[in-house]
């Protein structure tokens, strides 16, 4: 089985743009979630969807999104960039209250 | 903000040598996960403990687990060069509102030396 794939791997962005990650889940797994990972606040959940819907919303601004496709992959966007949203972007998948198995990142670069 | 406290922050041991990281948490729990993490890349999963479960073993590491304290220990036996990472802990809460939310400690620095 294929693990979880993000794309792209790395990515540099200017102050001001949008920016969208995208996240393939382990095949079967419906639920897929977001995490940011910075040296100051370390590994903090984003948000959280299962079939299509998401369920579950950590403490970040609207410029944050997501969205889920009928496939399960799903993508995370971020608009108006700041420096402060430089970050490794972490996905997650996971089949219902078991183990959630990580993605190598998406390591975001805003300046 | 992070649910859980990692002790220590940093270990620094020989090869061969055991190490014990612990975790404790804040909430009731439905599972605890840890991870292991190099140098930025992505998260490893390294082993999953419910809440009623007190130890598990996966080769050379032994988890236990003790909801009286809201603590958990990662041993590592018989370390290896290449072991040298961060290890995590993530506790996912109890109750149906947690979907897919892991709260992570802030975790330790295991440098194991050859």
């Known amino acids: 089985k294929a693990g979880v794939t993000q794309t792209p791997r790395y990515l540099i962005k200017t102050r001001g743009q949008q920016v969208t990650l995208s996240c393939s889940p382990i095949?079967?797994?419906?639920?897929v979630s977001w995490y940011q990972q910075t040296p100051g606040q370390g590994l903090q959940f984003l948000f959280e969807?299962?079939?299509?819907?998401?369920?579950n919303k950590g403490n970040f601004p609207g410029r944050f999104s997501g969205r889920q496709f009928s496939n399960s992959r799903s993508e995370m966007n971020v608009s108006t960039l700041e420096l402060g949203d430089s970050a490794l972007y972490l996905c997650?998948?996971?089949?219902?209250?078991?183990?959630?198995?990580f993605g190598q990142g998406t390591r975001l670069t805003v300046v | 903000s992070q649910q859980g406290e990692e002790d220590p922050q940093a270990l620094s041991i020989q090869e061969g040598e055991n190490a014990t990281m612990n975790c404790s948490y804040k909430?009731?729990?439905?599972?605890l996960q840890w991870y292991r993490q190099n140098s930025g890349r992505g998260l490893v999963h390294l082993i999953l403990?419910?809440?009623?479960?007190r130890e598990k073993h996966s080769g050379r590491l032994r988890v236990t687990l003790d909801t009286s304290k809201k603590s958990s220990s990662l041993l590592i036996t018989a370390s290896r060069a290449a072991d040298t990472a961060s290890y995590f802990c993530?506790?996912?809460?109890?109750?149906?509102?947690?979907?897919?939310?892991?709260?992570f400690g802030q975790g330790t620095i295991l440098t194991v030396h050859p």
């Open positions: 997650a998948s996971c089949d219902g209250n078991t183990e959630a198995f």
């Open positions: 095949s079967g797994h419906r639920s």
């Open positions: 969807y299962f079939s299509e819907t998401q369920r």
């Open positions: 909430t009731s729990i439905n599972n």
């Open positions: 403990i419910r809440s009623n479960e």
């Open positions: 993530a506790t996912m809460r109890a109750g149906g509102t947690s979907y897919g939310k892991l709260t």
